[in-house]
């Protein structure tokens, strides 16, 4: 595998399902991101991982809850979600250092729907 | 305050046609800026990117940006499109973790 993976590409959830996001980056960052991709709005910044300790956390409700085991994985825990979570759900990487010029690299993304 | 701005929603041309899609930024010292495409049930690809130094910067795919600092703007541009430029295309200021990303321009090729 290269560069960032996600897993699953798809998923369709119901409101009182819990389910998973994961994502690996095969590129040897210390950074990772999540991201929400919903039609017409711009890229939502949801949460930052630097080594492997949360510098962002922008407002998310508390029903999507990050996890990140080691700076190559970054999962992103689902409950109780509502029809208006579904979305694309993209994974990014990036070296810590360097602030803002550090390029970030995307995985394909989850594309979530809740039923 | 730090925004992005593509005003262009959506853009159609022909295949062999040249191509510009307008970013204009508001940051309050030199930016550093990205271009990223996204083709359908993808993620996002780095077209190319400016920190500093020349103002024409090269990226892949036949693609190149101008960095404008008195117009705010790092407009992209490729001569001559292909059927497969066909996507959507952001660009984005960048931050320490916070990109801030433009709401995108689609872009249709008509053969």
């Known amino acids: 595998e290269t560069g960032v993976t996600q897993t699953p590409r798809h998923l369709v959830m119901g409101m009182t399902n819990k389910k998973s996001l994961k994502c690996e980056q095969h590129?040897?960052?210390?950074?990772m991101y999540w991201y929400k991709q919903s039609a017409k709005k711009p890229l939502e910044l949801m949460f930052v991982?630097?080594?492997?300790?949360?510098?962002e956390n922008n407002s998310v409700p508390s029903r999507f809850s990050p996890e990140c085991p080691n700076s190559s994985h970054l999962f992103l825990h689902l409950h109780t979600l509502q029809p208006e979570d579904s979305a694309l759900y993209l994974c990014?990487?990036?070296?810590?250092?360097?602030?803002?010029?550090?390029?970030?690299?995307f995985g394909p993304g989850t594309r979530l729907t809740v039923l | 305050a730090q925004s992005v701005t593509q005003p262009d929603i959506h853009i159609t041309v022909s295949e062999g046609a040249s191509l510009e899609l307008r970013c204009n930024y508001s940051?309050?010292?030199?930016?550093?800026l990205f271009w990223y495409v996204q083709s359908p049930g993808q993620g996002l690809q780095l077209l190319l990117k400016?920190?500093?130094?020349?103002?024409l910067v090269q990226g892949i795919k036949g693609f190149e940006a101008e960095f404008k600092r008195s117009q705010s703007s790092f407009n992209l541009r490729k001569p001559s499109v292909h059927w497969s430029d066909a996507a959507e295309y952001f660009c984005?200021?960048?931050?320490?973790?916070?990109?801030?990303f433009g709401t995108g321009t689609r872009l249709k090729v008509l053969a």
């Open positions: 990014a990487s990036s070296w810590a250092s360097g602030g803002r010029s550090n390029e970030q690299f």
């Open positions: 590129l040897g960052h210390n950074a």
């Open positions: 991982y630097s080594l492997e300790e949360r510098v």
């Open positions: 940051y309050g010292a030199t930016p550093y």
């Open positions: 400016y920190f500093s130094g020349d103002t």
């Open positions: 984005a200021l960048g931050g320490t973790y916070k990109y801030i």
